[in-house]
């Protein structure tokens, strides 16, 4: 008998499992219940009328799917609108809406950097940027995390095309990247700064326009930002924004555009509505800071380690893989669903509890979920 191919698999699971870092899917009821520390529906917006609403009118007006690529049929007035709301909001030249986050960030890089190019790399960015850095044939270099002068230095050292590559709020741990360093750093050596504001966007700057906005950054000539409406906006998709050369470059070049179906109407439709209620209700944003400040405050004051929050991510350590799993277990059996991250998805090997605030929680909610954190708490 031939052997099987896959027999490896059996021996990797039982590794995995045996070190507690299986993953399996569970998934979620319509209504749960439970206080939600999990999702990334930072504003309250996913479940927000006008915002579903606007889904089921886009879906029944333009139907369930775009069809195709944005450039054969899946490109829908729809779609220009969004891009255009989004540019103008964040402060941006021109947008180019993809179908996630994921793929956004791999069109910005792939398409903006090549043979020839130095990509300077953050340590701590995000898995589709560092994919997207692995896929561009690019120089690349990743230097430690958060350090400008780093990233100054080996910009200085490359005589040729650069750019820099980071994200604004940096996922795991929820702190943020000195841009404005970074782009002083960019600036001198003549490089591009590309800056994922997946985390920024509804949450920092003025009314929600992300952390490159209020670094003072937006529609500059040398700056590319990317952004998810899958988090602040309720939705689903990406997009990148930047000078009007930059999008058209990617509309011929980026291949997660030129290739992949178009963001669906219906999510097209909730984020336009959901960057409509955050214009009207800019009050969101610092809503959203003071609920991270308070987890933050609540959970140190009882002794647990937790990372100071810069913007809706508050990262709550555990002593063990195996702790966090039966510590966000425990929490659920309370009624509180929290993220749980483990190695591979945190570089720096050191389990975590990941909570991410919502502006539409109350006081009462936020003291809930911190009072069950605490309880459940594993010894150290």
Same mark, same amino acid.
């Given at each position: 008998m031939p052997q099987d191919p896959f027999d490896w698999i059996d021996a990797?699971?039982?590794?995995?499992?045996?070190?507690?870092?299986?993953?399996?899917?569970?998934?979620?009821?319509?209504?749960?219940?439970?206080?939600?520390?999990?999702?990334?529906?930072?504003?309250?917006?996913?479940?927000?009328?006008?915002?579903?609403?606007?889904?089921?009118?886009?879906?029944?007006?333009?139907?369930?799917?775009?069809?195709g690529s944005r450039l054969v049929t899946g490109s829908t007035a729809l779609h220009a609108e969004l891009e255009a709301e989004l540019a103008a909001f964040c402060g941006f030249e021109a947008a180019l809406v993809l179908s996630s986050g994921y793929a956004a960030n791999l069109a910005a890089v792939t398409a903006l950097s090549g043979p020839g190019t130095l990509l300077v790399c953050d340590e701590l960015n995000h898995a589709s940027l560092i994919d997207g850095c692995r896929l561009s044939r690019a120089e690349r270099t990743v230097v430690p995390h958060a350090d400008a002068e780093a990233v100054r230095k080996n910009l200085a050292a490359h005589p040729?095309?650069?750019?820099?590559?980071?994200?604004?709020?940096f996922s795991v741990d929820g702190d943020a990247a000195p841009l404005q360093a970074l782009a002083a750093a960019c600036r001198d050596a003549g490089a591009a700064l590309l800056v994922d504001d997946a985390h920024g966007l509804g949450v920092l700057g003025d009314g929600g326009r992300g952390?490159?906005?209020?670094?003072?950054?937006?529609?500059?000539?040398?700056?590319?930002a990317t952004v998810t409406l899958s988090?602040?906006?309720? !939705?689903?998709?990406? =997009? @990148?924004?930047?000078? &009007?050369?930059?999008?058209?470059?990617?509309?011929?070049t980026a291949r997660t555009f030129i290739f992949d179906t178009g963001l669906a109407p219906a999510a097209?439709?909730?984020?336009?509505?959901?960057?409509?209620?955050?214009?009207r209700e800019p009050g969101r944003a610092p809503r959203v800071?003071?609920?991270?400040?308070?987890?933050?405050?609540?959970?140190?004051?009882a002794g647990l380690t937790a990372v100071r929050p810069e913007a809706a991510v508050v990262s709550v350590r555990a002593p !063990?893989?195996?702790? =966090? @799993?039966?510590?966000? &277990?425990?929490?659920?059996?309370?009624?509180?669903?929290?993220?749980?991250f483990r190695p591979p998805s945190v570089p720096d090997g050191v389990s975590r509890l990941r909570l991410t605030a919502r502006a539409d929680l109350s006081d009462q909610q936020v003291a809930e979920a911190a009072d069950t954190i605490v309880r459940t708490a594993p010894a150290a």
């Open positions: 990797q699971q039982e590794r995995l499992r045996a070190a507690g870092l299986l993953r399996t899917l569970r998934p979620r009821p319509a209504d749960s219940g439970l206080i939600d520390l999990a999702g990334n529906d930072y504003l309250g917006l996913t479940r927000h009328p006008e915002v579903t609403g606007a889904a089921a009118e886009a879906a029944r007006r333009w139907g369930a799917g775009a069809t040729g095309r650069a750019i820099a590559v980071t994200d604004s709020v952390a490159v906005h209020a670094a003072g950054l937006a529609g500059d000539r040398d700056v590319v988090k602040s906006l309720g !939705s689903q998709g990406g =997009a @990148v924004l930047g000078p &009007a050369r930059v999008i058209d470059h990617l509309i011929s097209a439709g909730a984020a336009l509505a959901s960057l409509a209620v955050l214009r800071r003071a609920v991270a400040a308070g987890l933050h405050r609540r959970l140190t004051a !063990s893989p195996e702790a =966090a @799993v039966r510590w966000a &277990a425990d929490c659920r059996r309370a009624g509180l669903a929290v993220g749980c």
